[in-house]
């Protein structure tokens, strides 16, 4: 018996820690663990002592006499990935943090993601650290809770790790707390040794064709994060008049839209999706999403778990015609004599099981369409039409590119939803690269410009760190680095003292009009939640207000 990784993998990383033989691969201190779509056990390495078990926040592995049906496919999975892998045995010896100097170094995190979280979990575990957390939502968790799909429920089970990081004494919320509204960046700066941005990226990317902005064509961003209770995004208005939707992009974000749109509502109901959403959906009208990628399977974005996952959604058909399986020709020869990387052979190969498998009548539709490019958007008062052309592969060129042909393709749409990825926004008083999206930095430390001084004192991580790219497990180890960065200079006497203290941090948001919900307030609504989760027999229902969060958590007299 060996152990599997399954679906719900996060690339967190803590199983790889805890192994004895060092069956658990990429690591972190691989070169691929950047880019890795899961973690993968070794089956021939295993030992079955269950470490990993226990420390998974997402209960993503399983004995292989324990797995599902649906789970079964990982078997081979994981087992693929060691063709053209070759690991050595042994534990990874954990990273020790540096001895810090006598006296306690502040810190004041703006954000409450992942990132956030990962980089505050590192810091607090030295008792001289201490760190204030803020963020402008009354509630944390970042893309967690607004991001992850809401039938994803074990993903969010990095939340209990977030949660014991948040219980430790030496550890304050800020939530409901604006960062450049009810306290500036220069008090933060004035109150803390260092200050950490982690704020995501908060804006999404553009096709750039016309008829982009007629209504009917929206964001994915702004779809996901209003099916997930955003309470930027309670009023949001999406019309699912429309039978067909199509979705521009085949990342895992595209796929989650896709498998919203057309999932039974019955089963979302058992979900934390918001209220308000679900209601729309009951009403929704689409029965087919098809997704377009720009080039072909073997560069579509999506990780193969969540790939082969659409295959399990109740009344949905998955539909690919074989003929636009096409390969660039270096995949093809990889292919065909063996030495393709293993995750890219076995997205191609789910992709031509998919082709293979009969539609049945009456079922919802997810199309997937490779090698076509969106031109335009056209319609009278809204969208009506998406004009394509399809893609070839390029000839002479090192790098798999696409190139049009003079081939159009038109699909008939009320609804186009553009899911191409996330883009950083600048952030107060820090210096701004608009080409990444990004605050310069090395490390995690900020830089006047891509090639500038670093700013003492100054840190980011997460999105605004690197570009929006990775998961939960690309975070983790963004956090870790900022936090030791943040560590190494304090030892290195690179951080200045705070000129006053922070103690006085409470009554300035409260002067400028905060309502700021502590540990306490952030128990009470989490609580709230559950409650009404646990009588409607889901796992949480969302409260979506921010006049409906600070009530539950106590502050009534502040409305």
Same mark, same amino acid.
């Given at each position: 018996m060996?152990?599997?990784?399954?679906?719900?993998?996060?690339?967190?990383?803590?199983?790889?820690?805890?192994?004895?033989?060092?069956?658990?691969?990429?690591?972190?201190?691989?070169?691929?663990?950047?880019?890795?779509?899961?973690?993968?056990?070794? $089956?021939?390495?295993?030992?079955?002592?269950?470490?990993?078990?226990?420390?998974?926040?997402v209960e993503a592995i399983l004995p292989d006499d324990q797995l599902e049906e649906r789970d079964e496919p990982y078997l081979q999975i994981n087992a693929d990935y060691y063709k053209d892998h070759d690991v050595e045995g042994g534990l990874v010896p954990p990273k020790k943090a540096p001895q810090l100097p006598d006296g306690e170094l502040h810190v004041a995190i703006v954000g409450a993601g992942p990132a956030a979280f990962y980089a505050a979990e590192d810091l607090v575990r030295k008792p001289q650290v201490k760190v204030d957390m803020f963020d402008r939502l009354p509630h944390p968790y970042g893309l967690v809770r607004a991001g992850v799909a809401p039938d994803h429920a074990s993903t969010k089970g990095v939340e209990k790790t977030f949660a014991a990081t948040a219980a430790k004494r030496n550890f304050a919320y800020f939530l409901n707390v604006e960062v450049g509204k009810h306290i500036s960046h220069a008090e933060l700066v004035d109150r803390y040794h260092a200050v950490?941005?982690?704020?995501?990226?908060?804006?999404?990317?553009?096709?750039?064709?016309?008829?982009?902005?007629?209504?009917?064509?929206?964001?994915?961003?702004?779809?996901?994060?209003?099916?997930?209770?955003?309470?930027?995004?309670?009023?949001?208005?999406?019309?699912?008049?429309?039978?067909?939707?199509?979705?521009?992009?085949?990342?895992?974000?595209?796929?989650?839209?896709?498998?919203?749109?057309?999932?039974? $509502?019955?089963?979302?109901?058992?979900?934390?999706?918001?209220?308000?959403?679900?209601?729309?959906?009951?009403?929704?009208?689409?029965?087919?999403?098809?997704?377009?990628?720009?080039?072909?399977?073997?560069?579509?974005?999506?990780?193969?778990?969540?790939?082969?996952?659409?295959g399990d959604v109740e009344g949905v058909d998955v539909i690919i015609d074989a003929q636009e399986l096409a390969l660039d020709p270096a995949t093809e020869a990889a292919l065909s004599d063996d030495t393709l990387d293993s995750t890219i052979a076995t997205k191609i190969r789910l992709a031509r099981e998919f082709a293979e498998r009969p539609a049945t009548d009456g079922n919802r539709r997810i199309v997937f369409r490779f090698l076509v490019s969106p031109l335009e958007l056209s319609g009278d008062g809204g969208v009506e039409t998406l004009t394509c052309v399809r893609n070839v592969y390029a000839e002479g060129t090192e790098r798999i590119a696409v190139t049009p042909t003079e081939e159009k393709l038109e699909i008939s749409t009320g609804l186009v939803l553009r899911a191409i990825g996330y883009r950083g926004l600048p952030v107060t008083d820090l210096p701004f690269d608009e080409t990444r999206g990004v605050v310069p930095n090395t490390e995690g430390r900020v830089q006047t410009g891509a090639d500038g001084d670093v700013m003492p004192g100054l840190y980011v991580t997460g999105w605004i760190k690197r570009g929006a790219t990775g998961g939960i497990g690309m975070n983790r180890m963004c956090g870790q680095q900022t936090a030791e960065a943040v560590l190494r200079d304090f030892v290195d006497g690179v951080t200045s003292a705070p000129a006053t203290s922070r103690d006085d941090v409470a009554d300035i948001v409260a002067s400028n009009g905060a309502h700021r919900i502590d540990l306490d307030g952030w128990k009470a609504i989490d609580a709230a939640e559950r409650?009404?989760?646990?009588?409607?027999?889901?796992?949480?229902?969302?409260?979506?207000?921010?006049?409906?969060?600070?009530?539950?958590?106590g502050l009534e007299a502040v409305q």
């Open positions: 060996a152990h599997v990784i399954t679906r719900p993998c996060c690339n967190d990383a803590s199983c790889v820690a805890v192994c004895p033989v060092n069956c658990i691969h990429p690591t972190p201190d691989e070169p691929e663990f950047f880019t890795a779509e899961m973690l993968f056990i070794d $089956p021939e390495t295993c030992i079955d002592c269950g470490a990993c078990i226990d420390e998974c926040p950490v941005y982690a704020v995501g990226a908060a804006t999404d990317k553009h096709l750039g064709i016309a008829g982009e902005d007629l209504p009917g064509s929206i964001p994915a961003t702004e779809f996901v994060a209003w099916y997930n209770g955003h309470p930027d995004y309670a009023d949001f208005d999406v019309d699912l008049s429309t039978e067909r939707a199509v979705v521009v992009g085949n990342g895992n974000v595209a796929l989650d839209v896709a498998r919203i749109l057309v999932s039974d $509502p019955d089963d979302l109901a058992r979900t934390d999706i918001a209220d308000h959403a679900l209601a729309k959906l009951r009403e929704s009208q689409v029965k087919e999403v098809v997704l377009l990628g720009r080039r072909g399977i073997a560069q579509a974005a999506y990780t193969n778990s969540e790939f082969l996952a659409l409650a009404a989760g646990n009588d409607a027999g889901r796992r949480r229902v969302k409260i979506v207000s921010v006049a409906e969060c600070e009530s539950a958590a």
